[in-house]
């Protein structure tokens, strides 16, 4: 299965952005509804594709047709690693508040809101880069070795 094709990377850093108020709204809240709807859209964008999620949806339809187009573009693998991730987070927040356990809800959404923080203020994808040390520190299979 491919990860997709590139992407423009201003479609993730607005993604950050709308994760970034939504999550911040369901911590302070706690309405765990609301980050079940977050959790479901890491979801589309880690299992269905980054094509489908819909921030990607608002990006591509309304937001990009305004802006000077670019050759800039980056590899979806790590996004929709970042985007499992996030699913993780979010649906462990979501179990939390839903059942009871306010601590767990709380911890979670904020390791989940401060990811996507970083990534919207300061373009710094957390789970992209888990994903690229991931990635040098497990072996390829195939890979040959020199002799």
Known sequence: MSAGPPVDPR????????????????????WWPLLAVQAVVF????????????????????????????????????????????FAFAAVGTVGFALGST?????????ALAAAFLNAAFGFCLGCETY???RRLT???????PA
């Open 43 to 86: 979801a589309i964008g880690a299992f269905v594709g980054l094509k489908y999620a819909p921030y990607s949806l608002i990006y591509r339809y309304l937001v990009a047709p305004r802006l000077a187009p670019t050759d800039e573009r980056e590899d979806a693998a790590p996004l929709r690693f970042a985007q499992g991730v996030g």
């Open 139 to 145: 072996p390829s299979v195939g890979r040959q070795t």
């Open 132 to 134: 690229l040390l991931l």
């Open 11 to 30: 479609g993730p850093r607005l993604a950050a952005w709308i994760t970034t108020v939504v999550l911040a709204v369901a911590l302070a809240t706690q």
């Open 103 to 111: 601590a767990l809800g709380l911890v979670a959404t904020a390791f």
